[in-house]
């Protein structure tokens, strides 16, 4: 079986159109800043990780990716349509995961791409109730269509989803993302 691919869902760090809920306390250019480090975080962490990984991206060319993070990155569009049509278009096996995670490590990337070995699919639980990444082996779309995104239900309606079908996913362990100035406490070397 082909090792999975590591996708990370990134968006150019324009002022005003990333981290918007942050953008009322830091400000846009603050809230950028915010998600420009984080981004760079993932993909060290990827790097670290020796997890094959790509960046899918919106909001800017390739080559503003490959100038601002690195000239060796891998990066292609996440095409068109709502996230749901974006996630369904990563090919399995694949490993799919956004760019706000502070406490993601080499090790979470590493035990996702091992579980897939084994299990047809992983997932890593978000504290807010939704997931920081999900791996699978066959086509994953039911997982993504019609899911209620940016809601503390996502987690739940996702692992009901996989009952439904008789598959039990490896759980990773639960980390933080960033989406309030709360969420920063813990991580201020994300500050601007």
């Not at 942050?22 to 809230?31: N, Q, S, T």
Request: net charge negative; aromatic share 8%.
């Amino acid at each position: 079986m082909a090792p999975p691919l590591l996708s990370i869902f990134a968006r150019w760090p324009r002022p005003g159109e990333v981290k918007t809920r942050l953008i009322p306390h830091f400000g846009a250019e603050g809230a950028a800043t915010i998600y420009t480090r984080l981004l760079a975080h993932t993909i060290a962490v990827a790097r670290a990780s020796d997890v094959p990984f790509e960046l899918r991206v919106t909001g800017g060319a390739p080559e503003l990716f490959r100038a601002a993070f690195g000239p060796d990155l891998t990066v292609t569009s996440q095409g068109e349509g709502d996230l749901t049509a974006r996630l369904s278009a990563v090919p399995a096996p694949a490993i799919v995961i956004g760019s706000d995670c502070p406490g993601l490590t080499p090790a979470v990337l590493q035990a996702a791409a091992d579980a897939l070995t084994t299990d047809p699919m992983v997932i890593g639980p978000a504290s807010d109730g939704g997931y920081y990444l999900l791996g699978y082996n066959a086509d994953a779309a039911f997982a993504f269509s019609d899911m209620p995104w940016s809601t503390p239900a996502v987690f739940e309606e996702t692992l009901r989803r996989f009952a439904q079908r008789g598959i039990r996913p490896a759980v990773l362990p639960e980390l933080s993302d960033v989406d309030t100035p709360e969420d920063l406490a813990r991580w201020p070397e994300f500050l601007p």
